[in-house]
Each structure stands twice: as C-alpha cells, then as structure tokens.
C-alpha cells in the first residue's frame, strides 16, 4: 500500500501534432473486441461506472477510447495505468454505442506486449509457469498428494508439449522472450 | 430424463490453492446426481493470457475445447475465469468463420480442429438449469433458516450479457434463488454486481484492497453472517485477503466466506469436515454453532 497521503494531480501533457498517429483508429476498428472504438461518443458512461476508474486516478476508460480515436499511440501503450482494467466489463455492458472498451483496453495490452515490448511481471511469472507445466501456478507435489488424500482424484496430467507448442505458432514465446517486465501500477 | 454428464473443468486456481471449493462441489453434485467425468490433459483456460496475445487465449481455450468435443460432453467450470475463457471462445469461435480458421489453424499444429459441437457452463448454471431448484429443493433436509447471508456473483459469470446472456448483470438471480432454496435468508446490499479487484493484484494492491473492502463494509452493513461465492478468485479476495484488508484499513470482519456448495451441503446434511470448511482463512466457528 502507498504511504503517500496527498495525491498528485493529473496534469495533462500538451499534444504535439507529431505524435499523432491519424491512422492508428482503422488499426484498432480491424482489431477483434476494438472493431467499434470510431463510435464512441464521448459520453463518459464507462468512466462513471469504472470499479477502478472510482478508486484510482488515473484509470479513465473514456480517456483511452479518445485517445485511440486522435492517435496517440505511443502515449496509449506507454502508459502503465492501461494495466488496472479488471476487465470485469461493466463497461461493454453499459456502452449505449456498444464500443467494447474493456476489448479495446486489451488490444492495446496486446500491442504494448508485440511493439514495446512491455508486461507486468506477474503476467510473465504465469505465462512462464504455463509453459512449464500446463497450468498457470506450479502446484507442487505435497499439494498433489493432499489432494488424494482428501478424496480427491488425482489431477489429470496437462499436456505441456502441446501447450509449448502453442506459445510457439502463435508468436507468444517469442514475445515473452523480448519483454521488460515491470512489476507494480501505481494509482495514486 | 437421463442425469446430465459433465466434464468437470477445475482450472489451475482451484487445484493450488482451493481444494474446499473442489471438494464441497464434488459432493453436493454427486448427490444431486450429476456426472462428473474427469477431463484428461486439460491445460489453463487461457484467461490470463489475454493480456499478452488474444490469439494464444483463444488457442489454448479451444484446445480444451476440442479435448471435450472428443468426448462429446459438456464442459463446467467451477471458476468464473475459464468459464469467462471457455464460454467466450466456444461462442466467439462458432459464429467468427474467419476467426475459426485462424486458430484451427494454430490448434492443427497440435493435431486438433476446433467443431463447435460441445456447451460451456459454469456450476451455478447446472445446478439452476440441469439440476433443477425443485430437485435440489427436495434434497434440502437441513434448512438453514437461522442465518442470513449475502451473496457475490463475481463478473463472469454475468458479463459481458453478449456471450453469457443467462442471468441479469444488473440484477442477477440465480444464486439468490440457490441460497434461498438452502433455507437461509439473502440479503440485499448496495452495489452487488461491483467487481472483488482480484484481476490486477499482481499489479496493484491499493485498487483491489479498497473495492474488496468496500464491498465488505456493504456486506456488513445490511447483517449478513456470511458472504457465499462462486468463483475461486472472488474467494480468495474476500477471504484469504481479509486479515490483510483488514490490517490495511484498521477495522476488524471477520465475516466467513463461503463457496457456495458449502452452504448448500450444509443444508444437504453433509458435515462441516465433508466439504471442508475447516480449510477457511475466516473460520465459521459462529455460523455453524448458529445452523446446529
């Protein structure tokens, strides 16, 4: 937990014309769960019903769908709060556009991951763990056991050379080999 | 009617650190007479690595996919996340032809192709849907009707409506109605459908802790003696993180959290030890002298 008592205020920066990326719209529009991003009307209703956006300051939905729509790239996929959506999509639901924001806050994910090559460590933990045994947690072996011990049956094996397999063709283990992982959001 | 058969999809949560949720669901399932087929070489759902490409979520989700379409059963979950992830992609991949071929694509690499043939369910819905409340109405032979608790849904279970489209996400009734039928009484409280703030923990701790606390201070303040849940994540935060949410904002719980088969085989005359509750991070001491 942070000590700090007082909060900082959100200054936002001045746009410069070059960073803008007037393109970067049609990109996401192609992109599966971002497809509707050029309708959003500004209208706030993802912002108003944001868990997160409620109890931090800088998680804005709102601001990211404008910020997609004027092309500011870099800014987007630069910025570490894009990592406190908990995608429990109160937003989808609520959108009176339809635009899926917790869709486009993962798109955006998916391309700070591939073009800056950032994650949060903990991300990068669970993909490792997956690629190791099957599951995203390493279960260790007295767990296992407890396991029977209590009834239970015993856990079916996981086909890790399958699963390897898939980080493989889709390009995911390549990308986990390039990122920086970083390890804590801050929201205040 | 034959009794519904399901493969059981228990996910990497549950078998690491969740066994009580196993453990009470198996029980209470095989008395109301639901099958329960083991799933063989079944991998992470996929969930928590949407985050990191959208393409290896969706080819890891429909590779289990493709292991029940084998076997042709159904797939339930006990976790509101593989049942965000299996449920998403199963319908996503039916509809999305071009979406389809893309990952039956990846999935061939792996000697698979991805039917549509199979249904993804969590266990709420079997036990509304299959089961049925009368059946598991008849099976209550202990009602609870000494204590009033509260229920949490959890997010995937509700949203987004486009690819659960069961319940209401703005007014969910099912598990009311499930705890209803175990005799206790349900109570409402502000903000019910409000996110537990699992998801970004690993990232932030601020967020989480303050919405698991208030969602606690709600709980609390309508009277509930528990709080029952369905999903191994919402659990974990309001009852493995309770002692530390509570040293965070200074201010004392104590409020057991239950999964929700617990309370229903309590109500089924299963003993507490039967579907551990001694496993609780928050002990139910007091609940259960109150059901005895």
């Known amino acids: 937990m942070s000590e700090k008592s007082e909060t900082r205020e959100y200054v936002p920066p001045i746009i410069k014309a070059e960073e803008l990326d007037p393109k970067f719209k049609y990109k996401m529009s192609k992109m599966h769960g971002a497809e509707k991003v050029m309708v959003c009307f500004q209208c706030g209703t993802c912002t108003a019903d944001c868990p997160i956006a409620r109890f931090s300051e800088f998680y804005r939905p709102r601001r990211i769908a404008r910020m997609v729509q004027i092309g500011l790239k870099d800014r987007l996929l630069l910025d570490k709060a894009l990592w406190l959506c908990s995608s429990c999509f109160t937003c989808v639901d609520h959108c009176p556009q339809?635009?899926?924001?917790?869709?486009?806050?993962?798109?955006?994910?998916?391309?700070?991951?591939?073009?800056?090559?950032?994650?949060?460590?903990?991300?990068?933990?669970?993909?490792?763990?997956?690629?190791?045994?099957?599951?995203?947690?390493?279960?260790?072996?007295?767990?296992?056991?407890?396991?029977?011990?209590?009834?239970?049956?015993?856990?079916?094996?996981?086909?890790?050379?399958?699963?390897?397999?898939?980080?493989?063709?889709?390009?995911?283990?390549?990308?986990?080999?390039?990122?920086?992982?970083?390890?804590?959001?801050?929201?205040? | 009617m034959s009794n519904p058969k399901y493969l059981l999809f228990p996910g990497c949560v549950i078998p690491y650190r969740l066994s009580s949720y196993e453990i009470s669901a198996r029980k209470v399932l095989a008395k109301l007479g639901v099958e329960i087929v083991e799933m063989p070489e079944y991998n992470c759902c996929g969930y928590p690595m949407d985050v990191i490409n959208h393409d290896l979520m969706l080819t890891l989700a429909a590779r289990n996919l493709c292991i029940a379409e084998k076997v042709d059963l159904p797939i339930m979950t006990l976790c509101n996340g593989c049942f965000c992830s299996l449920n998403e992609t199963n319908k996503i991949l039916k509809e999305d032809k071009e979406l389809r071929e893309k990952i039956n694509g990846y999935l061939k690499e792996v000697g698979m192709e991805f039917k549509g043939t199979i249904e993804v369910k969590h266990l709420i819905y079997v036990l509304s849907e299959d089961v049925g409340y009368e059946k598991i109405k008849n099976a209550v032979t202990k009602p609870l009707a000494s204590i009033r608790v509260a229920q949490h849904s959890g997010c995937h279970i509700l949203r987004p409506r486009k690819y659960v489209g069961r319940d209401d996400p703005e007014n969910p009734t099912t598990l009311k109605e499930l705890i209803r039928l175990t005799g206790a009484k349900c109570l409402d409280y502000m903000d019910e459908t409000e996110c537990c703030g699992n998801p970004i923990i690993g990232v932030n701790e601020d967020v989480p802790f303050s919405m698991a606390k208030e969602k606690l201070d709600h709980v609390r303040a309508v009277g509930a003696q528990a709080l029952i849940t369905v999903c191994p994540f919402c659990h974990i935060m309001f009852d493995l993180n309770q002692p530390r949410i509570e040293r965070v904002f200074n201010e004392k719980f104590n409020l057991p959290v239950l999964h929700y088969p617990q309370l229903l085989g309590l109500a089924m005359g299963f003993s507490p030890d039967e579907l551990a509750l001694n496993e609780l991070r928050v002990k139910p001491t007091e609940l259960l002298g109150m059901i005895k």
């Open chain 1, 98 to 188: 339809g635009v899926e924001i917790a869709g486009i806050v993962r798109v955006l994910r998916n391309m700070a991951v591939a073009d800056k090559n950032i994650l949060p460590l903990v991300y990068k933990e669970l993909a490792t763990n997956l690629m190791k045994s099957g599951f995203v947690y390493e279960i260790p072996e007295s767990r296992l056991q407890k396991r029977v011990e209590q009834g239970l049956p015993p856990l079916p094996k996981p086909n890790v050379k399958e699963v390897t397999k898939i980080f493989e063709v889709t390009g995911s283990a390549s990308l986990l080999e390039k990122v920086q992982a970083f390890v804590k959001v801050e929201s205040k």
